[in-house]
Structures are given as C-alpha cells and as structure tokens.
C-alpha cells in the first residue's frame, strides 16, 4: 500500500527530528523548517531516505506543497497530506531577543499559513504548544489541568513568545469550531535528550557537556529551582498516540508530573559521568522559569499513554549520545 504524507513543519528542531525518525517508518515524511533554532546536523541521517523531504522554508511566508519539484514524486496534489504536526517557532532561552519578531510571525501570519493548508488538505493536525501558556509556577499552586486559565502577562520581555503560543492555540480552537479542522494541542513541559542545542539554555545538555570537561555547572536561578523533565521518546509516543485521537481531543498535557529540583539533577549528571564539576549558581534569564507542574490524567485516561523513561536512563541515554557526537556540538 502506497505511503500517506505527513508534513511535519519544525521538523530540523530538537524534537521535531525525533518525530520525523519515528513517522519515516510508516508515512513519506515532508520537513519543513528554516534552521532559525533547527540544524542540518539533526536531520541529516534522515535525508538518503527517499521517503524523507526537507525543504527549506519559513512558514510565515506563503507556500504551495504542490508546485514544488522536490515533492513530484509525492503526488500531493493527488494524495494529499493526511497530517501535520507543526512544532514551527523560534525557541532560544539564551538568545530568545534575537528571535522575537521572528517568533511573532510563526505565531501568527505562519500559523495562519499552516492552518489553511491543513484546511486545504482535511489533514489530521497537531499543534505543538507549550506549558508556557499556564504562566509561571508562582502563579499555578499545585498541578495544571488543561482547562486551567493561565495568567501570563502580555507586555514582558518574554511575552512574544507566551503570548504567541496563547494566540496559536486560540487559532487552532477558532479553524476547529468555523471548518471542523482537528483541535488537537500538545502542551509540551520541559523535555530533554539527544540533539537539545548546547549553550542555548537548555541546561541539560549544558549540564552534560560541562561535567564532561570538569567546568562549573551553571544554574539560573537559586538551589530550590524545581521542574519536571521527560525524555523525548516519550514525548513522540504521545505525538502519535494524538494523531489518530478522536477530531475534538483539545488541548493535553504533555510531561512528567514528578516534581525535582534542577540541582539534583546536576548532581546525578556530575555522577554519571564521573565529574569533579561544582555546581554555581548564576542570575535567572526571563526565558528560563520554574513552570507549572503537569496533570497528565487526562492523556493517562484518553489516550493511554504514559512516560516510560526512568530519570536516571534518560540522562544515561543522553549522556552516552552526547560525549559519542562531540563533533556535532562543536566541542
């Protein structure tokens, strides 16, 4: 039987790439990404595979699937796409300033873009979105259900980005209730592994690679800093398990909801790797918060699915990626 189409818009990112790897084993799979935070280096395992696409392309300017030579043989304007994740957004804690007009635009005008042609096409769709949308954890006592209202405040430094994911949730709801499309949003907590961008403040992967020069630790923020962390894997069990979900799935929590303080994780990295780093504590960057702790009752009840990854294995799994890719971190 011959393979259905799946665009996956953001697919060169962190996580993104992990779907693509995942989807390639029974769909033709179309990356779309601009490599504004995604890399080359993420997706070229996949690029020998004919039936993997990658175009470059931001989603924000208009784009015509069909009149693309690099797709013929997918024979879209027959087949169609049957789905479309779209994870397209600038994401950059360190340098979140350099990408805020950029990050605006993906969540708007570029949303825009993505949900026509998902309208175009009657494609499945999953948005993925953020915790961000809760606020931070001072505002969230306790775990957050999906109908909890967040209060984010609109004119800080980092509402281009909180806001912005808001607003592309309020587009998918409104496509949803005026044409039917699918109303599926994955609410994505703090998620590591292989390929997070290293000195970007994804402190994990900043964590590994500092531990294995014996360099400080670096923290931002103070020693009771807690968050919730899940491995990527378990992140795309979810993803698929939302693709065949029923049309008015709605918003899900996507995470762990085990509670654990950043510096204890440090310490079981020094661990792990056999370190003599000390861990420091540095200034909190606005893009790099304690966020809200996840309920995931209801993906748990739905959809059956549940994080598998253990911590400690999860770190090792990094870990062993890491210190075996170093020239892909430059390092």
Not at 47 to 74: A, C, G, P, T, W
Not at 162 to 183: I, L, N, P, S
Not at 267 to 277: N, W
């Amino acid at each position: 039987m011959p393979k259905k189409n799946v665009l996956v818009a953001g697919g060169a990112g962190f996580i993104g790439s992990h779907l693509c790897e995942r989807l390639l084993k029974k769909y033709n799979v179309i990356c779309l990404d601009n490599f504004s935070t995604g890399s080359e280096k993420n997706i070229n395992h996949l690029v020998q595979n004919s039936d993997f696409e990658f175009i470059k392309h931001n989603i924000s300017q208009e784009f015509d699937l069909e009149k693309m030579s690099e797709l013929e043989r997918f024979q879209i304007n027959v087949k169609g796409l049957y789905a479309v994740f779209n994870f397209a957004c600038p994401t950059s804690a360190k340098n979140f300033e350099k990408y805020k007009i950029d990050t605006l635009d993906a969540n708007t005008s570029g949303m825009k873009n993505i949900m026509e042609m998902v309208l175009k096409y009657k494609s499945k769709f999953v948005h993925l979105s953020s915790s961000v949308v809760y606020g931070g954890r001072e505002k969230n006592e306790g775990s957050v259900v999906e109908a909890t209202e967040g209060i984010v405040d609109h004119l800080s430094p980092r509402a281009c980005y909180d806001e912005g994911k808001r607003f592309a949730e309020t587009m998918v709801a409104t496509y949803h209730q005026v044409y039917k499309t699918d109303y599926k949003i994955a609410r994505l907590f703090r998620v590591y592994g292989p390929r997070q961008r290293l000195f970007d403040g994804e402190m994990i992967i900043d964590f590994i690679v500092s531990a294995a020069q014996n360099q400080n630790l670096e923290i931002y923020g103070n020693e009771s800093f807690k968050t919730s962390m899940i491995y990527v894997s378990d992140v795309v069990d979810a993803l698929e398990k939302m693709l065949d979900a029923p049309t008015d799935l709605g918003p899900v929590n996507i995470g762990s909801d085990v509670d654990i303080k950043l510096a204890d994780v440090a310490k079981k990295i020094i661990e792990l790797t056999g370190s003599s780093s000390k861990i420091v504590y540095k200034k909190e960057l606005p893009f790099i918060t304690e966020l809200a702790l996840p309920s995931i009752k209801k993906i748990k009840d739905e959809l059956g699915w549940l994080p598998l990854v253990r911590l400690e294995d999860g770190l090792k799994k990094t870990i062993d990626y890491t210190l075996a890719h170093k020239e892909l971190l430059g390092i």
